[in-house]
């Protein structure tokens, strides 16, 4: 892969029907970084969850709202970033039971931030009270 710099941008309204635009959008950009297909299912797999939690949690499914997909490509790994102007939360205070006690309880949320913390490389959840909430995750590149 060259050793420069791409950045791509995705503004799109909050709507669950605009999860497989922002997966195609990130398949696109894992495939130019040359990710194997495992790796890059995980990646979009990561970005849908955060994006889908966005419009759920923080916007409330209002869609007028709008979730923006920023990411920046070089060659050493894919950064991403998902941000939105909703309600924001704190990550530190959602109790992380064990996974075979979320399975026992057939939960079906509160995985998604740990689900994208065993994907990515690095996750990073900023609050801008008042402006925006920035999630952010890379995927470090396997040099061949």
């Given at each position: 892969?060259?050793n420069?710099?791409?950045r791509f941008?995705l503004?799109?309204?909050?709507?669950t029907?605009?999860?497989?635009?922002?997966?195609?959008?990130?398949?696109?950009?894992g495939?130019?970084?040359?990710?194997?297909?495992?790796?890059?299912?995980?990646?979009?797999?990561?970005v849908?969850?955060a994006?889908?939690?966005?419009?759920?949690?923080?916007?409330?499914?209002?869609?007028?709202?709008?979730?923006?997909?920023r990411a920046?490509?070089?060659?050493?790994a894919i950064?991403?970033?998902?941000?939105?102007?909703g309600?924001?939360?704190?990550?530190?205070?959602?109790?992380?039971?064990e996974?075979?006690?979320?399975?026992?309880e057939?939960r079906?949320?509160?995985?998604?931030?740990?689900m994208?913390?065993?994907?990515?490389?690095?996750?990073?959840?900023?609050i801008?009270?008042?402006?925006?909430?920035?999630l952010?995750?890379?995927?470090?590149?396997?040099?061949?």
């Open positions: 892969m060259e420069f710099e791409r941008l503004h799109v309204p909050s709507s029907e605009n999860l497989a635009l922002i997966r195609d959008f990130v398949a696109n950009i495939k130019q970084a040359g990710l194997a297909e495992t790796e890059l299912s995980m990646v979009e797999l990561a849908d969850e994006c889908a939690n966005v419009i759920e949690h923080a916007y409330g499914l209002d869609q007028t709202k709008e979730v923006i997909v920046r490509l070089d060659g050493d950064h991403i970033e998902v941000v939105d102007t309600k924001g939360w704190d990550p530190g205070s959602v109790e992380q039971k996974l075979k006690r979320l399975v026992e057939r079906s949320g509160g995985l998604g931030m740990r994208m913390k065993l994907v990515m490389d690095e996750v990073e959840y900023k801008k009270p008042g402006e925006h909430n920035e952010r995750m890379t995927k470090r590149l396997k040099k061949r």
